[in-house]
DNA sequence: CAAATATTTCAAGAGATATTGAAATGAGAA
DNA sequence: TTCTCATTTCAATATCTCTTGAAATATTTG
């Protein structure tokens, strides 16, 4: 499909957007994505994920990898270990997103509910 | 598994989430999603959504299947079609739960979010 | 260098989801 | 009643996604 400016193919961002929400659409990577928010920009070691989430080092390998494709986290190396850590940047975004939808249907869905 | 003391099964709001993700992350539930949002209350005919979505009727049907079972959706009688609508509070939970657990770890990533 | 550690990659099988088109259902209109 | 319209249901197929375990890779330590 190279050209397809008759199609009704989705935007941009609502791609990018049902990317990530598949991303984050399964408990394991649901719970290790908040594991990583919590830890903050220091993130964690893929070993520590691991445990946090009672996966096998390679299932939790290949959820970091989904994770990673969304690019809801970043890696980097750290001697024999990998330190993932959350792409804040990516998740306002995806937040952005949803809340610009809710918003236009119903302003009242969103107030009060940021209570950092 | 009838009682699962010991393991270490994720926590129900995590489950529902998951859920709720996953029914988002579809390039056309997420379409057919916005457009519920935008038109508020009222909602909008099946025969609607299967257009702005431009997909068929059966499979537009089955992608309603799974965001009524999610709980983001109902629907309602009317005539001879039907009109579904978006349940706010089920989206008001989802957004609750992500920009709790992002601002966790990071309050800065929600300030400024909501500008409805 | 050899051993140990942390993690990823690969391949295979299982399971879940998506897409189609045809048939069924349930109104309302003629 | 019979026709038409709006929508769902069903069954079959196709396509992803998950999970596993074994093997590969990279890095530090002895």
Redesign the interface.
Known sequence: MIADALS?A?DAP??Q???R??A????TR??V??A??????EGLAAGALAEAA?VSASNLSSHLGVLLGAGLVSVRRDGRQRIYA?D?EA??EL??F??N???????????G????
């Open positions: 009704t989705p609502t791609r957007a049902s990317v929400l598949g984050l659409a399964h408990e649901l719970t994505f908040r990583l928010m919590r830890a903050g920009p009672q959350p804040f998740v306002r937040l952005g949803l809340v939808e809710c918003c236009q249907g119903a302003p009242e869905v969103c107030g509910l940021v209570k950092c």
